[in-house]
């Protein structure tokens, strides 16, 4: 038998020997960007790693000193991911990433006692759970969850775990007519099952028709924490909760948010929020300024052009800070059924943004050539071609072929 759940959740470490070794890959997400891992898979004839499945991660570990990179079901069976192949036969050891392992238990468990208690303090069943890497997600039936009753739930969930309520296990096989009186919630596995709480006890049913492991619940919570609730899919709420030792990762991650924020805001915690407002509106205050002196300054540029005696059918101009609308300011200020103008803004050798005005004939000839060589992306209609730069390196040479075009065009012309 290549998949059975450890009787003891609590086991680390176990013996057994490969019973297949098959070529496999593996699609994982590394920096943000998808990547395909060759690897094998391999079945074990019997396991301590749990495989991923009903909103709950897979465990990982080591077959001997070979990492196990994933976990997954195939029937009754569990595949182990591994990038080195294992001869069939082999004696293996196999070890559970215990630190991975016992958070899973934590937020598994939490996740049953905080289903049981809002179902029996307010009426809300659980329609589903995710446990994230992170924080993990109850949905429940209802369209919104009041603060209040938040903040109730949180308190007598803690309270449960304070007064050490015990966790009653029952075996039951898949005939005991006790399992129709079990209420059924999708979680963890299709078979784990968990009854409201009572006042003194809380209480798993597992039925053993795929061997679940009714010691996977059982632990230490020490304490639960409700972070806020989200507006789920068809008229539902995400309750968003922590467990066990990411509340104190949580609680160290805030503290040292804290301290950064009193050294960067010069004010104490319960002041930051003022001074971040504060800051907000002195921000929005500069760019609405900054905005405006742009504004005023693509019209003296384009100005400045036109009252020079000596200009041609030609112009260009640069600036490291600007937008589309500081470009079109001057596109519109000069007479470009007379003049070929090319502005960009950004970077002098990365990306930025271009703009091609003048006449139409000769915007629809150059448009491309400029896009080519800016490494860009663009369109233009009626007179105006722009776009994106990829690349602002080659500017120059831009600006050579159109001063070329021009005078081509002006002896023509002439």
């Known amino acids: ?10 086991m680390k470490e176990f013996v057994t020997s490969v019973v297949s070794c098959c070529p496999a890959e593996l699609k994982q997400e590394v920096n943000g960007k998808k990547e395909t891992i060759k690897g094998f898979h391999i079945k074990l004839q019997d396991t301590i ?25 195939q029937g009754p069976d569990a595949l182990h991911f591994v990038a080195s192949p294992l001869e069939v036969g082999q004696e293996v050891h196999v070890k559970v990433d215990w630190e991975r392992r016992f958070d899973h238990m934590q937020q598994h468990s939490g996740q049953h006692l905080i289903t049981a208690l809002a179902d029996t303090m307010f009426g809300y069943k659980t329609t589903s759970w995710e446990l994230g890497r992170q924080r993990s997600t109850i949905e429940l039936d209802t369209p919104c969850v009041k603060p209040g009753q938040l903040q109730e739930l949180e308190e007598c969930v803690n309270e449960k775990i304070r007064a050490h309520i015990p966790v009653m296990v029952q075996l039951l096989s898949i005939d005991d007519p006790a399992v129709e009186k079990v209420q059924i919630l999708y979680l963890l596995m299709p078979t784990c099952a968990v009854e409201p709480t009572s006042p003194t006890s809380v209480t798993y049913s597992v039925c053993d028709i795929n061997r679940c492991v009714a ?16 507006k789920g899919k068809k008229n539902k709420t995400n309750l968003i909760f922590l ?3 990411r509340v104190l990762k949580y609680a160290e991650k805030s503290y040292n948010t804290e301290r950064s924020l009193v050294s960067l805001l010069k004010t104490g915690p319960d002041e930051h929020v003022e001074a971040v407002d504060k800051l907000q509106k002195s921000v929005k205050l500069l760019q609405k300024t900054n905005l405006c002196l742009l504004r005023d300054m693509a019209v003296l540029i384009a100005q400045s052009f036109k009252n020079d005696p000596h200009k041609d059918s030609f112009f260009t101009f640069h600036k490291k800070e600007g937008d589309n609308e500081f470009m079109n300011i001057i596109a519109n200020e000069i007479n470009t059924e007379e003049t070929l103008v090319f502005l960009t803004v950004g970077e002098e050798k990365g990306p930025g943004l271009f703009l091609l005005a003048g006449p139409s004939e000769l915007v629809t000839e150059m448009g491309p050539q400029v896009l080519e060589l ?41």
């Open 215 to 230: 010691n996977f619940f059982v632990f230490k919570f020490k304490v639960i924490k409700l972070l806020g609730t989200e």
């Open 1 to 10: 038998m290549a998949f059975q759940c450890q009787r003891d959740c609590y």
């Open 374 to 414: 800016l490494q860009g992306k663009g369109a233009g209609k009626n007179g105006r071609f722009q776009g994106k730069a990829n690349s602002l390196a080659r500017r120059g040479e831009v600006e050579a072929l159109l001063k070329q075009r021009c005078n081509q065009r002006n002896s023509q012309e002439e």
């Open 243 to 245: 467990t066990g030792k």
């Open 49 to 73: 790693l749990f495989p991923e499945g009903g909103g709950q991660p897979d465990d990982h570990g080591f077959l001997g000193d070979v990492p196990v990179l994933r976990v997954t079901r």
